[in-house]
């Protein structure tokens, strides 16, 4: 099979796989903009993903993005119907605990989305980067084992028992948490040394590759912004704020975007002028807001002091 087959065709099973969640969300009672966030979020990695195993198949970053989007959003999938088999049903479906084995599919996009940001643009690293490639698979191969072991208790256990979004409870609760934390702190020195080194080649470079790098740049920063908002007041039950924390999520989308565009130089030149409108908007946005705020702090103090006994004979008097 050649390769821009393949990508059609995996590109062909996210479709599926992100149009099922829809049903399959709605039988979990779960069909709402937090319970299909995810599926959603992994139609651009589809999209982009295909466009770039299919032109330039000997690049690993378009492969990756495949990966990422079906197995996430087969995870997300394995998670309704778990939801839907144990929670609502109480007694299991067919192939309901390999539907519990199998939740763990987000964790795909922890573990691939660094790599795309080693092999940018052209799927190329020097000898003195391939140690650190190398080292990321050992410790991806030793979170992964630990992940596939544990959720082994889907088979094994006598009853089994999820959590609302479909993982063992279990989950996370047995293990060596000092361990843990030392493959946490490794993922993230590699993943950092990997960003530190595309700024590096963007200082470095000019022509195409420098915008290249910039759109690479822009879209991470931008991807980290929504996912910091979203960790930070999405988790959060104070109404607008909340929602706007769950919407931040989406930011995660200018990564594969901006990577698709750096490969395939698609309108590579824009970078700079996007770059102005979003600073732009940026500054209004946060000025609007400062202003709504400023007018719901004077409005509830003026509330105050009308019903205050102190302001109100003044009030009389005058």
Same mark, same amino acid.
């Given at each position: 099979?050649?390769?821009?087959?393949?990508?059609?065709?995996?590109?062909?099973?996210?479709?599926?796989?992100?149009?099922?969640?829809?049903?399959?969300?709605?039988?979990?009672?779960?069909?709402?903009?937090?319970?299909?966030?995810?599926?959603?979020?992994?139609?651009?990695?589809?999209?982009?993903?295909?466009?770039?195993?299919?032109?330039?198949?000997?690049?690993?970053?378009?492969?990756?993005?495949?990966?990422?989007?079906?197995?996430?959003?087969?995870?997300?999938?394995?998670?309704?119907?778990?939801?839907?088999?144990?929670?609502?049903?109480?007694?299991?479906?067919? $192939?309901?605990? $390999?539907?519990?084995?199998?939740?763990?599919?987000?964790?795909?996009?922890?573990?691939?989305?660094?790599?795309?940001?080693?092999?940018?643009?052209?799927?190329?690293?020097?000898?003195?980067?391939?140690?650190?490639?190398?080292?990321?698979?050992?410790?991806?191969?030793?979170?992964?084992?630990?992940?596939?072991?544990?959720?082994?208790?889907?088979?094994?256990?006598?009853?089994?028992?999820?959590?609302?979004?479909?993982?063992?409870?279990?989950?996370?609760?047995?293990?060596?948490?000092?361990?843990?934390?030392?493959?946490?702190?490794?993922?993230?020195?590699?993943?950092?040394?990997?960003?530190?080194?595309?700024?590096?080649?963007?200082?470095?470079?000019?022509?195409?590759?420098?915008?290249?790098?910039?759109?690479?740049l822009a879209g991470g920063s931008f991807a980290v912004f929504g996912f910091f908002i979203a960790i930070t007041i999405g988790s959060g039950n104070h109404g607008v704020l909340a929602t706007i924390g769950k919407v931040g999520f989406l930011g995660l989308v200018a990564l594969p975007i901006a990577i698709g565009i750096g490969i395939l130089r698609y309108r590579l030149y824009e970078i700079d002028r996007l770059i102005s409108r979003t600073l732009s908007y940026a500054l209004l946005t946060s000025l609007l807001v400062g202003v709504f705020a400023g007018l719901a702090f004077l409005g509830k103090s003026?509330?105050?002091?009308?019903?205050?006994?102190?302001?109100?004979?003044?009030?009389?008097?005058?």
């Amino acid at each position: 099979m050649s390769g821009s087959r393949l990508a059609v065709l995996l590109g062909a099973a996210a479709a599926v796989l992100i149009a099922a969640s829809f049903p399959l969300s709605a039988l979990a009672h779960q069909l709402t903009f937090g319970g299909v966030g995810q599926p959603l979020l992994m139609i651009p990695f589809a999209v982009v993903g295909a466009l770039v195993a299919s032109r330039q198949p000997r690049n690993p970053i378009g492969w990756l993005l495949l990966v990422i989007a079906v197995t996430a959003t087969g995870g997300a999938d394995a998670g309704f119907y778990s939801v839907r088999a144990y929670h609502l049903d109480h007694h299991g479906l067919p $192939l309901s605990r $390999l539907a519990v084995f199998l939740t763990q599919g987000w964790a795909s996009m922890l573990v691939l989305l660094p790599l795309p940001i080693l092999f940018f643009p052209d799927g190329k690293i020097s000898r003195r980067w391939r140690w650190t490639l190398w080292a990321y698979i050992a410790l991806m191969a030793v979170l992964v084992g630990h992940l596939v072991i544990t959720d082994l208790g889907a088979f094994t256990e006598h009853s089994v028992r999820i959590d609302s979004s479909g993982e063992l409870k279990q989950l996370g609760t047995s293990g060596n948490n000092a361990g843990f934390v030392v493959v946490v702190l490794l993922f993230l020195a590699i993943s950092l040394s990997w960003v530190i080194r595309q700024v590096v080649l963007y200082r470095r470079s000019s022509g195409d590759r420098r915008q290249q790098l910039k759109w690479l740049l822009a879209g991470g920063s931008f991807a980290v912004f929504g996912f910091f908002i979203a960790i930070t007041i999405g988790s959060g039950n104070h109404g607008v704020l909340a929602t706007i924390g769950k919407v931040g999520f989406l930011g995660l989308v200018a990564l594969p975007i901006a990577i698709g565009i750096g490969i395939l130089r698609y309108r590579l030149y824009e970078i700079d002028r996007l770059i102005s409108r979003t600073l732009s908007y940026a500054l209004l946005t946060s000025l609007l807001v400062g202003v709504f705020a400023g007018l719901a702090f004077l409005g509830k103090s003026l509330k105050r002091l009308s019903q205050s006994s102190t302001f109100t004979p003044a009030l009389v008097m005058m």
